[in-house]
């Protein structure tokens, strides 16, 4: 954005949608801010339906711990969070490129 790139930066939660589009706003930037859960398919499905020509999928959550005394249901939330959204987001994307004719 700071180069003049149309940018559509998501947020997880509301309140960091409202601290970004602030401080966009404070430093001039034109950024388009949107709450995105990479966890809420009405969220992917909402910034999936966006006009978009690259998709930057950095959402993650991390545990640190000893393997063998971390709880399958933190392990499992990781995965749900790195891994299967991530994919989701990746395969719509690609989904929308192929239908726009922008790769295969």
Not at 28 to 33: A, E, K, N, P
Not at 49 to 69: H, Q
Request: aromatic fraction near 6%; hydrophobic fraction near 50%.
């Amino acid at each position: 954005a700071h180069a003049g790139h149309a940018v559509i930066a998501g947020c997880h939660i509301w309140p960091q949608v409202t601290d970004l589009r602030a401080e966009a706003a404070r430093d001039g930037i034109d950024l388009r801010v949107i709450k995105l859960d990479v966890l809420s398919e009405i969220d992917r499905n909402h910034a999936l339906a966006m006009d978009f020509d690259v998709l930057f999928n950095n959402a993650g959550i991390m545990e640190s711990g000893p393997v063998a005394e971390l709880p399958m249901d933190i392990v499992r939330a990781s995965f749900e969070t790195n891994v299967f959204a991530a994919l989701a987001m990746a395969q719509g994307a690609a989904r929308k490129f192929i239908k726009a004719g922008k790769g295969r």
